[in-house]
């Protein structure tokens, strides 16, 4: 998770307080797994309330990113305003480098859209009598 906040295009199109909040909200998370037992190994058997507050602060970044895309169709070839056109390096054209940063965007989409799926489904028990949700301390 905190990798995840860390990426360059969440920095980039995200507030630094909207960010700090999905962090502290990470921190709660984790900390009401932690309560639930001291022993290395135990099952979780309640519904995780703080992991779900995370998962949906998640999906509305997600949400946010996914409205505000600048490579979405239309505006692919303009470039982002925070980013000033800078001349070509290493002989990578334009079009590469357009092209890479749209990948990389995409790329930070889907891991939020499946850090939020994978945060849900350990914070539900609504399948618990398909899977055994656990935790193992570090």
């Known amino acids: 998770m905190e990798q995840l906040l860390n990426r360059n295009v969440i920095k980039e199109h995200a507030e630094a307080e909207e960010i700090d909040e999905l ?10 797994v932690a309560h639930l037992s001291r022993d290395n190994a135990f099952r979780i058997e309640p519904e995780l309330e703080e992991m779900k507050k995370l998962a949906r ?6 949400d946010k990113l996914r409205k505000n895309n600048p490579y979405s169709d239309g505006n692919e070839s303009a470039p982002s305003p925070a980013e000033p056109e ?22 930070v989409l889907s891991e939020l859209t499946s850090t939020v799926n994978k945060l849900l489904a350990v914070a539900a028990n609504n399948r618990d009598a398909d899977f055994v949700r656990y935790a193992v301390r570090l």
Do not use: C, I, M, V
Not at 23 to 32: D, K, S, V, W
Not at 57 to 62: D, F, G, M, T
Not at 90 to 105: I, N, P, V, W
């Open 23 to 32: 962090r502290f909200h990470n921190t709660l998370a984790f900390q009401e």
């Open 57 to 62: 602060s998640l999906q509305a970044l997600n």
């Open 86 to 107: 800078t001349p070509q390096k290493k002989g990578k054209s334009a079009d590469d480098e357009q092209a890479e940063k749209r990948r990389t965007y995409e790329l």
